[in-house]
């Protein structure tokens, strides 16, 4: 098992990395305050991991609330539901939720904890690559509504991550290869020496061999992990992780929720952000080619959806967080390992990219 | 005008206090960080006072939403229409949310800006002295559960906050008196001189003397502020400000939102905990009697609902956020300035109490 702390002075806490970590019941309980527990989680993950966890808990107050699954449900109906539960069964302001299942999951589990008597503690169980790569680090918590991703939400941090790899052995194949577009993205950011070592290790990766894996989840939190200790509330270089999310989010508002997986939505979005980066002459055609292949290798898509117009795309991007004062920001590159926030792009190249996408 | 500052480190704030604020714009336009603002009213509050806020506001990009007035609508579906309307016009990251109105569009207002987008900045404009006294100090924001008030909620500070005591001018005695059990409750928690103060000075409290009222005002907010810095997330001493909030959230929840008032309820939680504190030998009974005629001379409640049993309080104050391993932990009193936390109290007598409340 690796240990890997991420430092936000008061609100530090650790991930731990490795195989059968769920089977440990000593790692969740010494970050159990008190003795009531809620398991926030959905109906494809509970038949799996549920029982395992709760064996864990044997001496606490525990119950679970199981959602349904995907990210249509990420919103504030379902959201209410796990306060239904909450209030229900008296759970007090000492009780601690554990999200146990996917970044779905771990966003609502999270910012019901951030909202639950104005806060009460949590820990996450991350059961994919994508959610043990990406919210496992940051403490970004949030649902989606009707006109765009993510917008209500709260800055929350967890008392522990429990990345446990064996859990990954149940994913499908299209949810490994969305979380490995994720583990690119931080070699895209800031990182080329392990955008390296994913171009040599993709297939390792593929066929979930444990090393590779926990070798690849390290390093992701590990790169986010700088940078959010640079920029907790993302006023500024945090945005650099949001490399293909203005992109891919349009993609997924415009083809509704959970038809494109969020890692394919941004996979795609990455190589927009390349593309219209190499039409600027910020970096090479030939690293956008490397881009292409690698996501092809893992099986992501490298365009966009035949049914979405430039039009569609600019009116999406426009309700984007990252908007200031009507200029859309986006995240492009100066190369492999050098993303870069800018509003200093021509709008016409990045209409010609919309186009080129379009399938 | 008076100028209060609430220190809270790099989240401290001023509250400015006197007549005619809100015809002084540049008061408010300093607190504005950028050119968006979506102002949060009631249809009560907003003939009232909206035109006057938003002519100080004519060089911004400013939009309204005019929500149903009352306890009863300050739920998660109400809070909702906020988002829609933030997201329908496309509010970026960067827009101030006004909260114009009472403790409700306070509590509303402030909790939509902690979850938009993660937290957007927000100013209060309180327009009762309920909230002029208490919403302006603390940062709590809130919305209520069918099976709880202020269940769900964030700890999030304005950036300013304008009492202006005209808009005190347009509130009804009912209103009016409700403010002035929370301005009695900062007297018995921790400052046996003002109790004094206002023992002498409430009949110019209710015929609205300018005066009284700012010095009212600004004496309660640096109660509250002063507790408040002692322990913004109340994990200790804050827990103090709920003195009659246990017993007054049972009536509340009890008697369905907005039949009692906030402050009536509270006014006779205050009582019941006196009652209970003397019982107890913890004070004497001639203070309890100083208690009740200040509140009989605001007009306020001197005795509980005639519906509910004690078996019905019971039941409901044990769903109260000061609940811990099951023990309902009450804030009770050494004396007039003397307030105290206490799970050390006999239950028999708190039945007593509550029987002896019962109309």
């Given at each position: 098992?690796?240990?890997?702390?991420?430092?936000?002075?008061?609100?530090?806490?650790p991930?731990y990395?490795?195989?059968n970590l769920l089977s440990q019941p000593e790692l969740i309980q010494k970050h159990i305050k008190s003795k009531e527990v809620l398991i926030v989680t959905?109906?494809?993950?509970a038949?799996?991991y549920l029982e395992q966890l709760e064996a864990a808990l044997t001496n606490y107050k525990h119950q679970a609330v199981?959602?349904?699954?995907?990210?249509?449900?990420?919103?504030?109906?379902?959201?209410?539901?796990?306060?239904?539960k909450l209030?229900?069964a008296r759970f007090s302001r000492q009780v601690t939720l554990i999200a146990l299942?996917?970044?779905?999951?771990?966003?609502?589990a999270?910012?019901?904890a951030?909202?639950?008597?104005?806060?009460v503690p949590f820990i996450q169980v991350?059961?994919?690559?994508?959610?043990?790569?990406?919210?496992?680090?940051?403490?970004?918590?949030?649902?989606?509504?009707?006109?765009?991703?993510?917008?209500?939400?709260?800055?929350?941090?967890p008392q522990c991550?429990l990345?446990d790899?064996?859990?990954?052995?149940?994913?499908?194949?299209?949810?490994?290869?969305?979380?490995?577009?994720?583990?690119?993205?931080?070699?895209?950011?800031?990182?080329?020496?392990?955008?390296?070592?994913?171009?040599?290790?993709?297939?390792?990766?593929?066929?979930?061999?444990?090393?590779?894996?926990?070798?690849?989840?390290?390093?992701?939190?590990?790169?986010?992990?700088?940078?959010?200790?640079?920029?907790?509330?993302?006023?500024?270089?945090?945005?650099?992780?949001?490399?293909?999310?203005?992109?891919?989010?349009?993609?997924?508002?415009?083809?509704?929720?959970?038809?494109?997986?969020?890692?394919?939505?941004?996979?795609?979005?990455?190589?927009?952000?390349?593309?219209?980066?190499?039409?600027?002459?910020?970096?090479?055609?030939?690293?956008?080619?490397?881009?292409?292949?690698?996501?092809?290798?893992?099986?992501?898509?490298?365009?966009?959806?035949?049914?979405?117009?430039?039009?569609?795309?600019?009116?999406?991007?426009?309700?984007?967080?990252?908007?200031?004062?009507?200029?859309?920001?986006?995240?492009?590159?100066?190369?492999?390992?050098?993303?870069?926030?800018?509003?200093?792009?021509?709008?016409?190249?990045?209409?010609?990219?919309?186009?080129?996408?379009?399938?």
């Amino acid at each position: 098992m690796k240990t890997l702390e991420v430092s936000l002075a008061e609100r530090s806490y650790p991930i731990y990395i490795g195989q059968n970590l769920l089977s440990q019941p000593e790692l969740i309980q010494k970050h159990i305050k008190s003795k009531e527990v809620l398991i926030v989680t959905n109906e494809t993950v509970a038949p799996l991991y549920l029982e395992q966890l709760e064996a864990a808990l044997t001496n606490y107050k525990h119950q679970a609330v199981i959602l349904p699954d995907g990210e249509e449900f990420k919103n504030l109906d379902v959201l209410n539901q796990v306060f239904d539960k909450l209030l229900e069964a008296r759970f007090s302001r000492q009780v601690t939720l554990i999200a146990l299942g996917g970044g779905v999951i771990g966003d609502m589990a999270g910012f019901a904890a951030a909202c639950y008597q104005r806060g009460v503690p949590f820990i996450q169980v991350p059961t994919t690559l994508l959610s043990q790569v990406d919210s496992s680090v940051g403490g970004k918590t949030a649902v989606n509504h009707a006109l765009g991703k993510n917008m209500i939400g709260a800055f929350y941090q967890p008392q522990c991550v429990l990345a446990d790899t064996n859990t990954l052995n149940t994913l499908d194949d299209r949810q490994l290869a969305s979380g490995i577009a994720e583990v690119i993205k931080y070699g895209l950011i800031n990182d080329a020496e392990f955008f390296e070592w994913l171009e040599h290790n993709m297939s390792a990766l593929k066929n979930r061999v444990p090393e590779a894996l926990a070798y690849a989840i390290e390093r992701s939190c590990q790169d986010k992990a700088d940078i959010v200790a640079k920029d907790e509330t993302e006023q500024g270089v945090r945005a650099l992780l949001n490399l293909g999310h203005t992109f891919g989010h349009a993609i997924e508002t415009g083809m509704g929720y959970g038809n494109w997986l969020h890692g394919e939505a941004i996979a795609t979005g990455m190589l927009m952000a390349a593309d219209l980066s190499a039409r600027q002459g910020w970096m090479q055609h030939a690293d956008v080619q490397r881009i292409r292949a690698i996501f092809e290798e893992a099986g992501l898509p490298v365009i966009g959806p035949a049914e979405m117009t430039v039009e569609q795309y600019m009116a999406l991007m426009s309700v984007d967080k990252k908007v200031q004062a009507g200029v859309i920001r986006l995240i492009l590159l100066k190369g492999i390992g050098q993303a870069t926030i800018s509003d200093d792009y021509d709008v016409t190249m990045l209409q010609e990219t919309l186009t080129q996408f379009q399938a």
